[in-house]
């Protein structure tokens, strides 16, 4: 059974910077796709961030040049570095795993962005 714990969220500033992990309980972490995906209130889940086996990474048009994705595959973590925030990233944050025809979540974690 995968389980996927996301820390890190909470309340900053336009402006300002948060830096969101995700542990993997899984046997093996290194051969699959992590990412992070956001849901804001009224809308739809959306991609954030994706970093490959190879630690190849794709962004949303969104994020692109404030948020870093990484992972660390010793420690089973993949991390969201956000800077430059703004309001419109708030939002639920929520670690994905990727096996292909199996998507596994975690419980997901607030960001809230507001002065």
């Known amino acids: 059974q995968v389980q996927l714990v996301e820390s890190g969220g909470g309340l900053v500033q336009p402006g300002g910077s948060l830096r969101l992990s995700c542990t993997a309980s899984v046997t093996i972490f290194g051969i699959w796709t992590m990412g992070w995906y956001r849901q804001a209130p009224g809308k739809q889940r959306e991609l954030v961030a994706t970093?490959?086996?190879?630690?190849?990474?794709n962004y949303a048009d969104s994020v692109k040049g404030r948020f870093t994705i990484s992972r660390d595959n010793g420690k089973k973590m993949v991390s969201l570095q956000m800077n430059s925030l703004k309001p419109e990233d708030t939002a639920v944050y929520y670690c994905?795993?990727?096996?292909?025809?199996?998507?596994?979540w975690g419980q997901g974690t607030q960001v809230t962005v507001s002065s």
């Open positions: 970093i490959t086996s190879k630690s190849s990474t």
């Open positions: 994905n795993l990727d096996k292909g025809l199996t998507q596994y």
